[in-house]
């Protein structure tokens, strides 16, 4: 069992950044890959980028260029880095690594808030 844990949510103006962390108390770099998701309101969970075993990345269309998925082995944490948030980015934010087909773990989420 992989516990994760999403800290660096918070209320930010739009036009700033924010770094959000993943840590894991089970290998994260063992996993088949680790992703960022959100949740807005009414709205329905989406992908907003992944990282996979052999670092290869995907990003959702509406944060290209404006967010940055990476991973540190060492502090068995993964990143998302935030910048010109909009307050359509307003969400709840969620890390979650998949071991397997049938397994997927995730955590609590953190908030994120994107004033205008």
């Known amino acids: 069992q992989v516990q994760l844990v999403e800290s660096g949510g918070g209320l930010v103006q739009a036009g700033g950044s924010l770094k959000l962390s993943c840590a894991a108390s089970?290998?994260?770099?063992?996993?088949?890959?680790v992703a960022w998701y959100r949740q807005a309101p009414e709205k329905q969970r989406e992908l907003v980028a992944q990282?996979?075993?052999?670092?290869?990345?995907f990003y959702a269309d509406f944060v290209k260029g404006r967010f940055t998925i990476s991973g540190d082995s060492a502090k068995n944490t993964v990143y998302l880095q935030m910048n010109d948030l909009k307050p359509d980015d307003t969400a709840v934010y969620f890390c979650?690594?998949?071991?397997?087909?049938?397994?997927?773990?995730w955590g609590q989420g953190t908030q994120v808030t994107v004033s205008s």
């Open positions: 990282i996979a075993r052999g670092a290869d990345t």
């Open positions: 979650a690594a998949t071991e397997s087909r049938i397994r997927k773990y």
């Open positions: 089970g290998s994260l770099f063992s996993m088949i890959a």
